[in-house]
């Protein structure tokens, strides 16, 4: 329902399937997002580069490739709407190699799965893909910890305040901890996740809404949970006056 039938912020999901997780950060594929797109390879750990079967290659998906040999995030190849008459993926694979992209099927090392969304074809592969990577980097994240993690984004709502997008990358988060973010600090009042429901915690890779800043903080901040008011004060302070000094030079 966004204007133009495209997606306009991050969202973040989770998928359960057989127990085995997967965290989806959403990051638009318009090529006016740009920002939005290295923030987004910056916070994850594969990138799922989806390119349209039948389009090849844009400029955005270009600059997306640019984006995570920067962040240094391994890229899954998703090339979607195979179903369509005008499908080619082997001509998507070939302009791939333009950009030093190889995929398995042209012996390099880069998954690559062909798919359709319109009619979930090999979507079970996508995610077969993706946790055969995770495997490879054996990712793994401490939950016995203070929460440490990133904002995906913030926005005001009627009657709720400030809420903030918040993936939780080591540690678990809970409702009552005291966090730092950017020059923010806050409790957590309450924790959503992305079906609605509240929480009383959040572990590691959980996307959750976060209750409990007194104002918006900017996406692709940090957010750490200190110990008490105090020290998270303390923080707050000394980013302020550093962003007031940056500000006025």
């Not at 079967?53 to 995030?73: C, F, M, N, R, Y």
């Not at 319109?118 to 203070?146: C, G, M, S, V, Y």
């Not at 995906?152 to 939780?168: D, H, N, Q, Y």
Request: net charge neutral.
């Amino acid at each position: 329902g966004e204007a133009g039938g495209i997606t306009q912020h991050i969202g973040a999901y989770q998928t359960n399937n057989n127990n085995k997780k997967i965290t989806f950060i959403d990051t638009p594929g318009h090529e006016a997002f740009s920002n939005m797109r290295a923030r987004g390879s910056k916070t994850t750990d594969i990138i799922i580069l989806v390119i349209a079967a039948d389009d090849g290659l844009k400029p955005q998906t270009i600059e997306s490739i640019s984006h995570a040999k920067a962040a240094k995030v391994p890229i899954i190849v998703a090339i979607n709407k195979i179903d369509l008459p005008a499908a080619d993926p082997d001509k998507v694979r070939n302009e791939l190699l333009n950009h030093e992209v190889v995929v398995e099927k042209l012996s390099g090392d880069v998954l690559d799965v062909e798919i359709s969304a319109l009619k979930k074809t090999n979507l079970n592969k996508l995610e077969e893909a993706i946790h055969l990577q995770a495997d490879l980097l054996d990712l793994k994240a401490n939950p016995k910890r203070d929460a440490r993690g990133v904002i995906i984004e913030s926005k005001l709502e009627k009657g709720r305040g400030s809420v903030a997008t918040v993936l939780v990358k080591k540690g678990t988060l809970n409702v009552g901890d005291i966090f730092i973010s950017g020059s923010e600090w806050g409790k957590v009042k309450a924790l959503i996740n992305d079906r609605g429901e509240n929480l009383k915690n959040a572990p590691p890779s959980l996307p959750v809404e976060v209750l409990g800043f007194d104002s918006n903080p900017l996406a692709g901040d940090d957010f750490i949970v200190v110990d008490s008011e105090n020290t998270a004060r303390k923080i707050s302070e000394y980013r302020s006056n550093i962003k007031l000094k940056k500000k006025n030079t």
